[in-house]
């Protein structure tokens, strides 16, 4: 069972929102964007927790944009789909009568806080709203509190103190682990183990030195209030009760040595997290609820990075080319995680269809967001992808622009050629991602207009063949598929192909990224380069005669001294002896088509 999909009208940062979810959801997005408001529109509905004043709004919650005062018509709206459910009987007996589809089968539950009947539109006050939570698609089907019980959210906010939330004893994870190991003890066994805690206590407590300090406690306790109000104080080691006594187990780490109190925050949250995830298993096993929406507020606090792949990885399910277990997707299947991130570490693990992206509307101060839950691949495709996205961390999914190329060398060349060029690539958003290769298919159809749409540029060489073919505009023409309609490509040319590619982001270039940058005025810095790096003398020599010569250069001979050295070692010199504004032209074009519309 999920959450599959979210609607949300006139709430805080949102005008409106409409997104599909997956399985799991990892939300990513700059800050004030509206990540945490997101989670909170979910506890709105779900969250037992939260109490019915937190849910009775006010005009600050209302979107930004709603000229005030409101008006009777401006009203806040959450909804929440819920799919896959059918094959689960407690499922059905709790979201079977707000069904909204029958095939497939899914349920709606809507919160709306708007104002009274009879409240006017000209003089509403705050006092004259009201909120309720309806099912399916009647807003007369008025529903209680009775299935966030057995549907619930479970917050883990941010920076939260684990430390103190494990050792409180109402709020930890512990307790209801300990209250069920606690009744399967026979009764006359904890009453024998009682008495051996209380002869031990006993041997300590009343040697002369520690009787003396409880005395002298309960003395002064007398002296400041008087000894009516004064507390009757005995040192221990734990309650005398049989029924507490194991409520005062605590958790120790290194052999025993140490409580959670000494230990690093982030061995204190991974802790804290293992526990929290027995916590709700066994709940359900025990039938306390049927499933958990488990809502997780910037969860890499405190842990380093590897922690937060191997952590959420876990919390997450593997990705295929991580798996080892062949049925881990069974495990925390009764969770649904919810998380909110700036790590992309965690990006990094997440499957591909799990991630949601918010981000500033168009035209309007408001958020929009964009999913990958509905995005098609085919399984190389997406292997591909959470393969790429595992190796460079998710850096991908965090920026405003996106260039893509084809190696390393761009990787290198085109951050200082930007800013040669006026463009701060860190100042603007703007990522380089390498694909390895020429298959941009997979990248395209992720950032596209079908899927995040993200500004984003391909920049991929022509390829020239023997015989005036060549293989650039193959590719290109090959792209265009996924970024335009059948009807825009209809009966166009190649030639006329070619010409539209830049407008959609695509950009080819004369020959290969070394010649194009060679013939562009570049000559000095890439035979300076070629003398630096080459190990035979012969190609030295050529070097230097292309450096004062450049229109006698040999293209394939360079290309083969390059290849010699290593086009990435190459480039990542070539980096260091650039100095002026010299560019290929598509190059510059691409910087500029992903600056203006990241910017």
Not at 72 to 82: A, E, G, Q, V, W
Not at 212 to 236: C, N, P, Q, T, Y
Request: glycine share 6%; aromatic share 6%.
């Amino acid at each position: 069972m999920r959450i599959s999909r979210v609607q949300i009208h006139n709430f805080r940062n949102f005008h409106k929102l409409d997104i599909a979810l997956s399985d799991h959801a990892v939300v990513v997005g700059e800050n004030r964007i509206g990540k945490s408001n997101l989670i909170y529109a979910l506890r709105l509905i779900l969250d037992p927790s939260l109490p019915d004043t937190a849910r009775q709004l006010k005009d600050e919650d209302f979107w930004d944009g709603l000229p005030r005062p409101l008006k009777k018509p401006d009203i806040i709206t959450i909804s929440l789909d819920f799919a896959d459910f059918e094959d689960n009987e407690a499922y059905l007996a709790v979201l079977g009568e707000f069904l909204v589809s029958k095939k497939p089968m899914v349920s709606r539950l809507t919160y709306v806080f708007g104002p009274i009947p009879t409240a006017k539109d000209d003089a509403i006050k705050e006092s004259d709203y009201e909120f309720f939570i309806y099912g399916g698609d009647k807003p007369e089907t008025r529903i209680g509190s009775e299935f966030r019980r057995r549907l619930p959210m479970d917050l883990l906010q941010a920076l939260r103190d684990t430390e103190s939330d494990i050792a409180n004893w109402r709020r930890s994870p512990l307790r209801p682990m300990l209250d069920e190991v606690s009744s399967r003890i026979d009764r006359e066994k904890l009453l024998a183990l009682t008495k051996q805690i209380s002869e031990a206590t006993d041997a300590v407590t009343e040697t002369p030195e520690i009787s003396a300090l409880a005395d002298l406690i309960s003395d002064r306790l007398s002296d400041m209030v008087g000894s009516a109000h004064a507390l009757e104080m005995d040192f221990g080691f734990s309650p005398t009760e049989p029924e507490r006594l194991l409520r005062a187990l605590r958790l120790f780490i290194d052999d025993g040595k140490r409580g959670i109190g000494e230990a690093s925050l982030g061995s204190a949250n991974l802790l804290y997290l293992a526990l929290k995830t027995l916590e709700l298993d066994q709940l359900v096993q025990k039938g306390q609820r049927d499933h958990t929406f488990l809502a997780i507020e910037e969860p890499e606090a405190h842990l380093h990075p590897h922690l937060q792949r191997m952590v959420y990885r876990d919390f997450l399910h593997r990705r295929t080319h991580q798996e080892t277990q062949p049925k881990a997707e069974a495990k925390h299947s009764a969770t649904s995680v919810l998380m909110t991130t700036h790590s992309p570490h965690i990006v990094s693990v997440s499957p591909l269809n799990s991630l949601v992206l918010l981000r500033k509307t168009n035209g309007e101060e408001s958020s929009e967001g964009v999913s990958t839950a509905q995005l098609k691949f085919s399984e190389s495709e997406r292997q591909d992808l959470e393969r790429y996205l595992d190796v460079t961390r998710g850096e991908l999914l965090f920026a405003r622009g996106i260039l893509l190329v084809e190696g390393e060398a761009e990787l290198f060349l085109l951050p200082i050629l930007g800013k040669l060029n006026g463009y701060d690539f860190d100042e603007l958003g703007i990522t380089v991602c390498s694909v390895a290769g020429t298959n941009f298919t997979p990248y395209v159809k992720l950032l596209g207009p079908n899927g995040l749409n993200l500004p984003f540029a391909v920049l991929t060489d022509r390829d020239p063949e023997p015989g005036g073919n060549n293989l650039g505009e193959a590719r290109v023409q090959q792209l265009l598929e996924h970024l335009l309609d059948a009807t825009a490509l209809a009966g166009k040319s190649p030639a006329a192909l070619l010409e539209v590619a830049p407008t959609v982001g695509l950009f080819l270039n004369q020959h290969t990224l070394e010649v194009d940058l060679f013939e562009s005025g570049l000559q000095e810095s890439m035979a300076t380069t070629l003398m630096e790096l080459a190990e035979s003398a012969p190609a030295k020599v050529r070097a230097e005669a292309w450096r004062k010569d450049p229109k006698n250069y040999d293209k394939d001979r360079m290309l083969s001294d390059i290849a010699a050295i290593g086009k990435g070692r190459f480039a990542q010199r070539l980096a260091s002896n650039i100095k002026d504004k010299a560019c290929p032209p598509y190059i510059l074009n691409a910087f500029a088509y992903v600056a203006t519309r990241c910017s």
